[in-house]
């Protein structure tokens, strides 16, 4: 494990349905991030979350809500998914100094 | 002037040798420059990450060369490894390590 763990690793959802992802991080680190990774694009960063405060919103559809209640975890709600939002959901987090990212695991997101 | 454009797509290496991605950057305010290597099912992991100051950075098997004034960085594994097979990201950042622009990702694999 990397110190951040991200629940479900793999989910299948209806159109219609409503879910939630969940990260959680005890790196004691400052920022919280949700990219999305698809086939053959880069990572695109969706959310960035500086001690609690969302400082990025990289023009993500509505039907994805992140909520981040402590600096130790994160959550990225979703609703009235459309098959396209099929993708692997990656969670990462940063120390304030030098560090980079540790990332978890993600969750493997199909849309059906 | 956001975007990191990385290459080769995939990378056939036979056990022993070099293998080198590069990458290739617009924006002269990117300040930080990560790689990460994501093995199947894993999130990625950094693996080496080096500042425009230093024209090269080595940590065992695995170099970065930059060069600033092409714009351009590149990653170089040598003694490649079965166990080196992998997808690697090259990333750049403004002022650390937060907000990371992606590379495309580059398939290794190293044969036997």
């Known amino acids: 494990e990397t110190g951040v763990t991200q629940t479900p690793r793999h989910l299948v959802m209806g159109m219609t349905n409503k879910k939630s992802l969940k990260c959680e991080q005890h790196?004691?680190?400052?920022?919280m991030y949700w990219y999305k990774q698809s086939a053959k694009k880069p990572l695109e960063l969706m959310f960035v979350?500086?001690?609690?405060?969302?400082?990025e919103n990289n023009s993500v559809p509505s039907r994805f809500s992140p909520e981040c209640p402590n600096s130790s975890h994160l959550f990225l709600h979703l609703h009235t998914l459309q098959p396209e939002d099929s993708a692997l959901y990656l969670c990462?987090?940063?120390?304030?100094?030098?560090?980079?990212?540790?990332f978890g695991s993600g969750t493997r997101l199909t849309v059906v | 002037q956001q975007q990191v454009k990385q290459s080769p797509q995939s990378l056939i290496v036979q056990k022993g040798g070099i293998s080198i991605i590069n990458c290739a950057y617009e924006?002269?305010?990117?300040?930080?420059f990560p790689w990460y290597q994501q093995f199947p099912g894993k999130g990625p992991a950094l693996l080496i990450a080096?500042?425009?100051?230093?024209s090269e950075k080595k940590e065992g098997r695995f170099t970065i060369s930059f060069n600033k004034s092409a714009k351009q960085f590149s990653l170089h594994i040598m003694d490649s490894q079965p166990g080196d097979s992998a997808t690697y990201f090259c990333?750049?950042?403004?002022?650390?390590?937060?907000?990371?622009?992606f590379g495309t990702g580059t398939r290794l694999l190293v044969s036997p």
């Open positions: 790196l004691g680190h400052n920022a």
């Open positions: 080096i500042r425009p100051d230093v």
């Open positions: 990462a987090s940063s120390p304030k100094q030098e560090g980079g990212y540790t």
């Open positions: 990333a750049a950042s403004i002022g650390g390590f937060q907000k990371l622009v």
């Open positions: 924006n002269t305010a990117f300040d930080y």
């Open positions: 979350y500086n001690f609690k405060e969302q400082t």
